[in-house]
RNA sequence: CUUAUCGAGCAUUC
């Protein structure tokens, strides 16, 4: 069996679904291991529907989901907005007593939050005797998403001030939430930090900052930060683009977006 | 053997 399961979360790592279901289905036996290999294949490929239908299968057979099941199909929930099948989970995962879990409680809040219920999420999170700095994060990005801007920034203090140091997915959310305020000082504070710790030149903290920038009405500094990438992708470039069009700079939008046809990876 | 958090723009009701 143990060597089944491995095999399945191979092929799902190089994304061929169709051999793990085949592997899967032709498998005598089972254990919870491959049962959470394939709910949490399925989700990570954003076929949300699929990994909670297979939590139903396997709990209906008497498998009992732990921590690693309940994670996936949590973030299954949030991909899917679903916040009633959310809760049943939420009932479940207090009975098992695994809400303090941090990987199992971040996923619990982010599902909350992802689902717009921003209080019920950070409920989870304060009641969580133990934080790690993807809780935080949780926290911090799940008060991004639902627009509640100033929390971030007090979220974000407390997180320093509490000894965690900020990483990459904290600063894009920081940053995005400045550029939601157009609060340039706090912006410009967010990128010195981010420099500081080394996240300066990541391409999504940088194209977080390019967006920042132009919607201060730097769009100088936008350029200026696009011009110390590191490396590419689509959303860098559509920042840029977007600030130069934001601007009223089209020529220069349409020059880019040339630019970026001749790459191989490609416009969405 | 397996689990959680992030970025651009566009679009959705009236």
Known sequence: IMSCNILINGYFQIGD????????????????ATWNAMVTGSIQFEYNEE??????????????????????????????????AGRQVHGYVTKCGLEFNLVVGSSLAHMYMKSGSLEEGEEVIKSMPIRNVVAWNTLIAGKAQNG?????????????????????????????SCSELATLGQG??????AIKIGAGSIVSVISSLISMYSRCGCLEDSMKAFSEREDEDVVLWSSMIAAYGFHGR????????????????EAN
Request: hydrophobic residues 40%.
């Open 17 to 32: 679904l169709d051999t793990a279901r085949n592997l899967f289905d032709e498998m005598p036996d089972r254990n919870v």
């Open 51 to 84: 990994g909670l239908s297979l939590f139903r299968e396997m709990h209906e057979l008497g498998f009992l989901p732990d921590e690693f099941t309940l994670g996936s199909v949590l973030r299954g929930c949030a991909g899917l907005r679903a916040l009633y």
């Open 148 to 176: 509640y801007s100033e929390g971030v920034l007090n979220q974000y203090t407390m997180m320093k001030i509490a000894g965690f140091r900020p990483d990459k997915i904290t600063f894009v959310s920081v940053i995005s």
């Open 188 to 193: 410009q504070q967010m990128h010195a930090e």
């Open 250 to 265: 089209g020529a220069e939008a349409i020059e880019l977006f040339e630019q970026m046809e001749k790459t191989d990876w």
